[in-house]
């Protein structure tokens, strides 16, 4: 009931919705972690991640610690939603 109000009223998926959560309480992070802390596949975590960016709520960062991987964090847009 909850993953279909937030479909209906925000227009999230399951995923996006988990990473906004999760997110939320991490501040940043990087997509291995949001996997392992959703228990969500790698393509499930991009592809929900790559959305959340295009909308706005999510933005991407470079990673200092490593190069290969950014880090993911809330926009205001998707702080206020969440």
Not at 17 to 33: C, H, I
Request: charged fraction near 30%; hydrophobic fraction near 45%.
């Amino acid at each position: 009931r909850i993953a279909r109000f937030y479909e209906e009223r925000f227009g999230l998926t399951i995923p996006e919705w988990r990473l906004l959560a999760v997110l939320a309480e991490l501040k940043k992070a990087v997509s291995q972690d949001l996997g392992r802390t959703t228990r969500m596949d790698k393509v499930t975590v991009s592809r929900a991640a790559i959305a959340l960016v295009e909308r706005g709520l999510m933005a991407r960062e470079g990673n200092p610690g490593d190069r290969r991987s950014h880090l993911l964090k809330l926009t205001a847009a998707g702080e206020e939603l969440y």
